[in-house]
């Protein structure tokens, strides 16, 4: 069992830090393809009651204990034991380690992880901080707090779990093998002669299934792609939902937007349905409805990515493509793909912010700049990672090529 804690705030007094960062999707696909690229193997890993192996950061932290260690204190009272302990006084406990409950025992996890880490001669990363690597043993670690993966030549990545197991509770899993594979995050990753294929949570369409109540008897045929284009609706179609089906709607989409961290097929689809969550529409369950019918008939898909040599591992080869007011309020798309080596390692289906754009020249710009910053980030997580890369931009637009090229202060 582990011990959990109610922090109470009183009188206003600041709980000291309590970020905990996490990586991000792209980190995780970059450790993954790193892993293939390399020839390397990886180990997943996690802490077992993770938080108690921090100190707590704060001095003079006091516990009530739980009624029944109280009970029971007061009983040896009686009996003469702790004599010297006032009648009108509350027992109480002083907390030593960084107990569950308490909102900064995450971040000091993480310090103490780090600083187990940083003694080992493992160097930290700037853009993501979850990164760690060592140049001198070919190992890279990232840690979704207590849960982690490591990826490095087999016996390096077994001396290092060893080495860990020395300062924590750890339950870590063997170097994979091809047709081998590991959970991590709810997922399944099983590793293959030349890639890796990710087997999403099943629970996410599961529940969505379940919400919309779509089964065999009313799937309905088989659907090629997840949404249609809508160009003029009805009245009764802008009608606002009631609010049980605004609650099964908004319920719905939340699947939807974590299966759609994996499934790059119900990205786009997703956020046009996620922009109207405060107030969903009748055609938008319309919508919903129809990507759910495609999910039906598609659920039982994985994704495999796979090292292309011909592309090589020195790019970072960026693809990017917007529409032009495409949205109900006039707004543009930016869709961004980027690949490492062939494999995929990020895509996003976003929103233009601000004003729409005024030409399909400008929406275009617009995703490219969007793109490029991506690529920016990957890149410096490939640095963190201990690899240089260059960055390939592939556009289809020769207005949005033609702004980005031209000379001047306009560049």
Known sequence: SRITVQDLKKFGKATGITK???????????????????????????VVSAFPHAEESADGILVRPPPEWTQRFWDEWKQGKHPDFPEDGEPLWLMLKALY???????????????????????????????YRHDGRGL???????????IGKSYEVRKLLKQLSEHLVLKASDVLKPGEGISHLNRTKVMADDGWITIPDGKHIANALRIMNISEKNAGKYLETPSVKRTNTTDDDEAFLEPEMVKRYRS?????????????????????????LHRPRKIDWTD???????????????????????????????????????????????????????????????????????????????????????????????MDMGVQLKIRMRTDSSAALANASKLGPGR
């Open 288 to 382: 919903l409805t129809r990507v759910c019918k495609y999910l039906y008939h598609h659920q039982d898909e994985v994704i495999r990515t796979t090292f292309d040599k011909k592309e090589g591992w020195a790019n970072l080869v960026v693809e990017h493509d917007s529409d032009w007011g495409g949205s109900w309020d006039l707004k543009s798309t930016s869709g961004v793909r980027i690949t490492w080596g062939g494999m995929k390692v990020y895509s996003s289906s976003t929103t233009q912010p601000g004003l729409p754009a005024l030409s399909s020249g400008e929406a275009e710009l617009r995703s490219m700049a969007k793109a490029m910053v991506d690529a920016q980030y990957i890149r410096n997580v490939g």
């Open 252 to 276: 719905c989409v939340g699947s939807l937007i974590y299966l759609s961290m994996d499934r790059e097929d119900v990205v786009y689809v997703t956020k046009e349905l996620a922009r109207h």
């Open 101 to 131: 409950g308490r909102r900064t025992a995450g971040a000091d996890f993480r310090d103490h992880f780090e600083e187990l880490l940083l003694n080992m001669g493992f160097i930290r990363g700037i853009a993501d901080p979850t990164v």
């Open 140 to 150: 890279v670690i990232t840690h979704h707090i207590d849960d982690g993966r490591v």
């Open 20 to 46: 905990c960062p996490t990586p991000s999707a792209a980190t995780n696909a970059m450790l993954e393809a790193l892993c293939v690229i390399k020839g390397w193997t990886m180990a997943g890993f996690d």
